[in-house]
């Protein structure tokens, strides 16, 4: 308690412009059991197939520009941005399971993976400075976790005004069981010096800030020695924070460095700010070199771990087979096998899921059992966790009575689901899934309301056309009568006009009105002649 | 003398705190329902600003409601209902597509009474579309023809097909098909409509 | 399977439970003391208030139909009861005790829907009922013969001291006001005096004291001189009974869960400092100096109030700063209470007033868009 007290203290004596402080989160030990920190990567071997999912990152499904069957080789486009991770043959383009708390199954792009090693050679010709384009035909993704289109990142803040005003890389682990960022800092840094650099001449940016946790020294000391042969405009600036959960989240990042507050309407590129992570600037610099981005850093860790281990695996790998390679296969019979972290990710129960640039880490802890979920006593330990200045527990009162209103007040849709106020909570409410379940709701309403507009437009230009059409149908009605009452005998006239029309033949009997196969039978599609050959015999 | 100085005094400081408070506490000007139509007073003359009040009431309610242009409310449509509903003061709980959620937000918004769904214009029966068995289909397009929306497309002896994310269930083209070729089919969660489910 | 594995990251963390537990280790100290230095009776009273609270709570549970294990368990009923046990006299009947502790659990708690949902703290609500219901036996304080004699010496104390012509008039005074009321019997003959705390004496004392500077010569020094002894009776007297003792045992219990982080120090801090501006500064009317603080601070039923009555979360406002505020009200209607009332100990239905201001506090204390303010970054 005094300790607590002491380093909390000491903590804010220390805390400066270069250690900008955070208000509420949770200062998380970081795992050191089963928490692999020696920087040492390694490379998985290419499995025998890969399946790559056909969703982008809205989560809809493509269209794969390609069919079972053909050849591809490393790097073409299968369909938009999404590119083959390996060469080889597609051997089927069918549904299967994701790596999603779903389990939904999407299409996937199967392919036997060839043997050639060819990720050592470069599918684009070098560039010398990085361009979006490129970065958009390497396709590549967020690999923070979250997945987002970086290319589209980069279009959006110069889409505003023109101009990147801050780069902000992000070398803070998601969370605090996750090292597969600090073993690339470690073992790379020089490379990601340059990657930054080569970022930063491409947007123009003002100003860059590189932002990792304070306690991750060898990363720290690698990434100062780089930094000091290397000159770049701006200056890189390596700012270290203290390591409280959830830092290394988008929104509380850029409020801790430029003190902006982002909500869900104003993403970071109204403000001319794009944050990236460092792996995604690191995957930038390759696709200059010419390399898509075809494999990530995944961080297999946990309790029931055998060997904890950085691994670069190929995109399309499915997670069984990644604990297979690393000796991890879980023998446990009470093992949970999680994507993510305990806070921000979720369990696996098939483990034949591909692994995608969302999957960071591969955790696999024992099974614990939950206390009883209690009523809420107020006490008010949620809100001083809450690292967006939410109260999380009038939003649980609120989202558990679906009132959309009531939690869009207390700002439902700022929250970003760290998890914070679940792991404080006395009375064990499942608070951050609630908050999830009534985002969805949200989204489920606006959606609907969407779909209602349009309805609604349909009905209306269906009802203007019914009136037109009716109106012009009415003209002709009148019209026709006019020129029947100008007629001395309309019926004689009109018997005339039909035996004017058709030539009876002996052999063929007097038609009746029976329509010819070729013609179209009108029903209520108005016609001209209709009037006048209902008016026939 | 000094009791009475006290029990004054005490009255003033709750009749203080309380009026602070209700002062402080007076709404405010953000209002989150998007629902609420802005009501601008430019009028010229005072029967063209009660129409268009009215215009107005008619836009919100019509808004509300789900639009899936069913009639099951016995009118052609929703915003026929919601004219009717302000017009001619029609009850607000015939809207089986709108359910409960629709007569709470109604009643809220007019004033009236939340009454349960009036059973005789229907049930409220979960989202669901309408799919054509082509097999069957014999192009006869007495169901184009039914569809508010426009959610058919085909031609005369031609396929006929339901485009999917534009019908709103509302059941109109069941009737007319002479092959009774069409069924209805909740609708189906893909990935991007896949929400997380409410903790137990 | 879903659901955050929150117990991977080996938090500490807090349970409805070990809080509960926490709290009623702080009382612990003040309940020893309650028994030893006022009456042992106390310990039977909080024994069995607390196994009625939980058959009354099964039994209310059972007609909610609820499932009644976890519930008991979670020890918030026991500790409500162990409260209000200790705001009543322990001379109560014990029939009116045990209806207090039904009255607790039903319209206190359960009526309102059970743990967490309760707008008004269940203790003060049991209190006010039995005080408004059973006024004789609920102000029925026995104070103790020790007391009575320790009183009894500082009325003499603050007599003697007081300038000489009045001397003899004023503790003849005393001494008629008890012959009147007992009809020439001397005080130590007495079993009990009837009044509520010793907040009642010091009143009657600080009246005695009124009308001795009132009678004094006069001039400035003399009326000073005729205050201060005054306020130091008072002091005299408040400092000589075990009241203090057992405020002061409160009070370490309250600093005990401010150090266990049970409870954070805005509600108590507001209070004490509200009681102890508005005593400093407005309290001279009655005696034309300022009163002192330790007395007003330590009798009655403050510290109990402030630590641990006013604390309870459920009907506590939320945010930081309305916790503040929530204090600052119960401070000023505390001293309004106490001062301009016929009742001499006002926590009870300052709690109970703030409580119902509790939700325009929390809408006005969260900031724009319903945020959170105050509080400490890392």
């Given at each position: 308690m005094a300790k607590t007290c002491m380093k909390t203290f000491l903590q804010r004596l220390i805390s400066s412009p270069q250690t900008p402080a955070l208000a509420g989160g949770l200062a998380l030990?970081?795992?050191?059991?089963?928490?692999?920190?020696?920087?040492v990567i390694r490379i998985l071997a290419v499995p025998a197939t890969v399946s790559i999912p056909l969703t982008n990152y809205k989560r809809e499904i493509l269209q794969p520009g390609v069919h079972a069957g053909q050849h591809i080789k490393c790097?073409?486009?299968?369909?938009?941005?999404i590119v083959a991770s390996c060469s080889g043959e597609i051997i089927g383009i069918e549904p299967s399971r994701i790596?999603?708390?779903?389990?939904m199954s999407v299409p996937c792009v199967i392919i036997k993976t060839s043997?050639?090693?060819?990720?050592?050679?470069?599918?684009h010709t070098p560039l010398n400075s990085l361009t979006i384009d490129r970065i958009e035909r390497c396709a590549?993704?967020?690999?923070?976790?979250?997945?987002?289109?970086t290319a589209d990142k980069f279009r959006a803040s110069g889409e505003?005004?023109?101009?990147?005003e801050t780069l902000i890389i992000n070398?803070?682990?998601?969370?605090?069981?996750?090292?597969c960022d600090e073993a690339l800092m470690m073992s790379e840094a020089a490379n990601l010096v340059e990657a930054i650099a080569s970022v930063v001449d491409m947007t123009g940016c003002k100003r860059c800030i590189l932002a990792i946790e304070n306690d991750k020294h060898q990363a720290i000391t690698a990434l100062k020695e780089a930094l000091q042969r290397t000159e770049v405009t701006p200056l890189i600036e390596l700012t270290l924070l203290?390591?409280?959960?959830?830092?290394?989240?988008?929104r509380p990042l850029v409020r801790r460095l430029t003190g902006i507050h982002l909500t869900p309407g104003t993403p970071p590129s109204s403000h001319g700010i794009v944050c990236i992570n460092i792996a995604t600037a690191y995957a930038a610099w390759q696709a200059k070199l010419?390399?898509?981005?075809?494999s990530r850093i995944v961080t297999v860790a946990g309790k029931h771990i055998n060997q904890a281990v950085n691994v670069r695996v190929v995109f399309g790998t499915s997670i069984s087979e990644v604990l297979k390679q690393t000796g991890?296969?879980?023998?446990?019979?009470?093992s949970r096998v999680r994507v993510?972290?305990?806070?921000s990710g979720f369990d696996l129960s098939d483990l034949n899921v591909p692994v995608t640039a969302t999957t960071h880490c591969i955790t696999v802890d024992p099974v614990r059992k939950q206390g009883p979920v209690l009523p809420c006593?107020?006490?008010?330990a949620c809100s001083e966790v809450c690292p967006v200045d939410l109260l999380p527990q009038q939003l649980h009162w609120f989202a558990t009575a679906d009132d959309q209103q009531g939690s869009l007040r207390f700002g439902?849709?700022?929250?970003?689901?760290?998890?914070c106020c679940d792991a404080v909570c006395p009375s064990n409410i499942a608070l951050t899934q609630t908050f999830r379940y009534a985002k969805g709701l949200h989204r489920e309403v606006q959606t609907a309301n969407l779909a209602a507009t349009e309805s609604e437009n349909r009905y209306r230009c269906r009802e203007q056309r019914e009136t037109e059409r009716a109106a012009i149908r009415e003209q002709k009605r009148e019209a026709a009568r006019a020129r029947l009452s100008e007629r001395a005998d309309p019926i004689a006239d009109a018997l005339s006009r039909v035996r004017g029309k058709r030539k009876p033949?002996?052999?063929?009997?007097?038609?009746?009105?029976?329509?010819?196969?070729?013609s179209s039978m009108r029903?209520?599609?108005?016609?001209?002649d209709e009037n006048d050959r209902n008016q026939s015999p | 003398m000094s009791t009475g100085l006290a029990v004054l005094l005490f009255i003033t400081l709750i009749a203080f705190i309380g009026m602070a408070l209700s002062w402080l506490s007076?709404?405010?000007?953000?209002?989150?329902?998007?629902d609420t139509a802005s009501t601008d007073d430019?009028?010229?003359?005072s029967n063209g600003e009660s129409t268009r009040n009215i215009d107005q009431l008619i836009e919100t309610v019509n808004e509300k409601?789900?639009?899936?242009?069913?009639?099951?409310?016995?009118?052609?449509g929703c915003r026929p209902y919601a004219t009717a509903i302000i017009n001619?003061?029609?009850?607000?709980?015939?809207c089986p597509p709108g359910g409960d959620a629709l007569i709470r937000e109604l009643a809220t918004f007019l004033g009236k009474e939340a009454l349960p769904l009036n059973s005789a214009f229907g049930e409220n029966k979960p989202a669901q579309i309408a799919i054509i068995d082509e097999a069957v289909?014999?192009?006869?397009t007495l169901c184009i023809a039914a569809c508010p929306v426009d959610a058919i497309v085909g031609a005369s002896r031609l396929m006929h097909t339901v485009i999917s994310n534009q019908c709103?269930?509302?059941?109109?083209?069941?009737?007319?098909?002479p092959v009774d070729c069409i069924d209805l089919i909740e609708q189906p969660v893909t990935l991007s409509r896949w929400q997380w489910p409410k903790p137990a | 399977m879903i659901a955050l594995d929150t117990q991977a990251l080996g938090l500490r963390r807090q349970t409805v439970r070990k809080t509960m537990a926490l709290v009623m280790v702080a009382l612990l100290p003040g309940t020893a003391l309650y028994s030893l230095?006022?009456?042992?009776?106390v310990i039977s009273n909080v024994v069995l208030a607390c196994l009625f609270a939980l058959c009354c709570e099964a039994l209310c549970l059972k007609l909610r139909q609820r499932a009644i294990g976890p519930a008991l368990g979670d020890g918030s009923i026991v500790l409500a009861s162990w409260l209000m046990v200790l705001c009543?006299?322990?001379?109560?009947p014990l029939w009116q005790l045990l209806l207090g502790v039904a009255i607790l659990v039903s319209l206190g708690k359960h009526l309102f829907g059970g743990l967490g949902q309760n707008p008004f703290n269940p203790a003060m609500v049991a209190y006010a009922v039995l005080l408004v219901s059973f006024p004789v036996t609920m102000t029925d304080?026995?104070?103790?013969e020790r007391v009575l004699i320790d009183l009894r010496v500082d009325n003499g104390v603050a007599s003697s001291s007081?300038?000489?012509?009045?001397s003899s008039s004023s503790s003849s005074s005393s001494v008629t006001l008890s012959a009147e009321q007992t009809g020439?019997?001397?005080?130590?003959?007495?079993?009990g005096i009837s009044g509520a705390t010793v907040l009642d004496r010091l009143r009657e004392v600080k009246q005695l004291a009124a009308a001795q500077s009132a009678s004094a010569i006069a001039t400035t020094s003399a009326r000073t001189s005729a205050g201060s002894s005054a306020s130091e009776a008072i002091s005299d007297s408040a400092l000589k009974t075990p009241w203090i003792w057992l405020n002061l045992a409160w009070l370490s219990g309250g600093l005990y869960l401010l150090l266990t982080r049970i409870i954070s120090w805005h509600i108590p801090v507001s209070i004490l400092a509200t009681i102890s501006v508005l005593y400093a500064t407005a309290?001279?009317?009655?005696?034309g100096v300022v009163q002192p603080l330790i007395p007003a601070l330590f009798s009655g039923a403050i510290m109990l109030g402030a630590f641990f009555i006013a604390t309870d979360p459920v009907s506590a406002a939320a945010s930081r700063y309305g916790q503040l505020l929530y204090g600052v009200g119960i401070g000023t209607l505390t001293y309004v209470i106490r001062e301009?009332?016929?009742?001499?100990?006002?926590i009870a239905f300052a709690v109970l007033l703030m409580n119902l201001c509790v939700p325009m506090i929390d809408r006005l204390s969260?900031?724009?868009?319903g945020r959170m303010t105050l509080r400490r970054t890392h």
């Open positions: 030990q970081r795992n050191k059991p089963g928490l692999p920190v020696d920087g790097g073409d486009m299968l369909a938009q941005g790596a999603h708390p779903s389990e043997n050639t090693p060819d990720a050592d050679t470069a599918v590549v993704h967020g690999l923070g976790g979250a997945g987002f289109v505003i005004d023109n101009t990147v070398a803070v682990e998601c969370e605090p069981v996750i090292s203290t390591p409280i959960y959830p830092s290394g989240a988008e010419g390399y898509p981005m075809t991890n296969t879980p023998t446990h019979k009470d993510g972290g305990p806070l006593i107020r006490c008010n439902l849709m700022d929250c970003i689901e760290c998890g033949s002996p052999d063929q009997p007097a038609k009746t009105s029976e329509p010819s196969p070729g029903v209520n599609q108005s016609d001209d | 007076r709404p405010s000007g953000d209002n989150n329902d998007q430019v009028g010229t003359s409601l789900p639009q899936t242009q069913c009639a099951q409310c016995g009118y052609p001619e003061d029609v009850a607000i709980n015939q289909c014999i192009g006869c709103t269930g509302c059941e109109l083209c069941l009737p007319p098909c | 230095l006022i009456d042992y009776r009543v006299p322990p001379s109560l304080w026995d104070l103790g007081s300038s000489s012509s009045s020439d019997k001397t005080i130590t003959d007495w079993d309290g001279f009317h009655s005696i301009f009332s016929v009742y001499p100990e006002g969260t900031g724009k868009g």
